[in-house]
């Protein structure tokens, strides 16, 4: 990277530093010959991650979709706004950090119900009788089973011999 300034190709790197969203990098330079300081981002070259639906269509990752997905499931719930964002977050740098920059959208639906799943057991059945219900009916009534079976557990659990 040469000096924007005097042209010199004797740059160092002074300090390195991730964007807050994780998507490039910020790099202060400095040239060894004037000592002009600069700033250069790096970006990956591939364009940013594609989900591939059900029917193989493909498009774009959309933040805001997988948002607003998890915030249906949490309606009404006891669950925070920064809980969410955080979620959001946790899903999306997941799919991030896999190599294939083509991810299928039944993995966004698999993270998202076993976030889910722990999050609020409520939400978790909202999501996945969206999510599974049509696509795989006998896997959402066995998941709905085994929740409601752990429910009960929790119901019948204080009171012992009752
Ligand atoms: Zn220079």
Do not use: H
Request: charged share 35%; glycine share 4%; with cysteine.
């Amino acid at each position: 990277m040469n000096c924007p300034d005097c042209g010199d190709e004797r740059t160092r790197v002074i300090d390195t530093e991730a964007s807050a969203d994780g998507t490039s990098v910020r790099r202060r330079r400095e040239c060894q010959r004037c000592s002009f300081r600069f700033t250069t981002y790096e970006r990956p070259e591939w364009d940013s991650l594609q989900v591939k639906k059900r029917d193989g269509t493909i498009e774009p990752f959309n933040r805001s979709k997988l948002r607003a997905g998890i915030e249906r499931a949490v309606e009404k719930r006891d669950v925070a706004e920064t809980t969410v964002t955080t979620l959001v977050d946790d899903i999306e740098s997941a799919l991030q950090d896999r190599e294939a920059r083509i991810v299928p959208s039944s993995l966004i639906g698999e993270l998202v119900s076993e976030n889910l799943r722990t999050l609020d057991k409520v939400a978790y059945i909202r999501f996945v009788s969206v999510y599974k219900a049509f696509s795989e009916p006998q896997e959402f009534l066995r998941e709905l089973d085994a929740v409601l079976d752990a429910e009960l557990d929790d119901f019948e659990a204080p009171n012992g011999s009752q």
